[in-house]
Nanobody
Framework: QVQLVESGGGAVQTGTSLRLSCEGS????????MGWFRQAPGKEREFVGS????????YGGDFAEGRFTISRDNAKKQVFLQMNSLKPDDTAKYFC?????????????????WGQGTQVTVSS
């Protein structure tokens, strides 16, 4: 069964960094764009960024530009989200998702496979 498993979350202090990983399965991982979303308690799910099958990133709002970096290793079937200069507003559960095709997209409806998420908590 094809699945996605996130790891790398944790409780950190403001200004530190975390690197989230998402490990996929199945023979066609390299064909799909992958996305990262996050959801904080009481808030809607938010697009963080995506990466096309061939490694072109697309980032969400201003919060991601300059602080977050998405990358992938198709040989290892992994996608990464490097988060630097973390802030309390970054506190959320972060989800990895597989797009329906190889294109990077911002809307969750285009993602057909989701992981269980990994919690990131940033304290001031």
């Amino acid at each position: 069964q094809v699945q996605l498993v996130e790891s790398g979350g944790g409780a950190v202090q403001t200004g530190t960094s975390l690197r989230l990983s998402c490990e996929g399965s199945g023979p066609s991982f390299h064909l799909f764009a992958m996305g990262w979303f996050r959801q904080a308690p009481g808030k809607e799910r938010e697009f963080v960024g995506s990466i096309t099958w061939d490694g072109r990133p697309l980032y969400g709002g201003d919060f991601a530009e300059g602080r977050f970096t998405i990358s992938r290793d198709n040989a290892k079937k992994q996608v990464f989200l490097q988060m630097n200069s973390l802030k309390p507003d970054d506190t959320a559960k972060y989800f990895c998702a597989r797009s329906r095709d190889g294109l990077g997209r911002t809307e969750a409806k285009f993602y057909t496979l989701w992981g269980q998420g990994t919690q990131v908590t940033v304290s001031s």
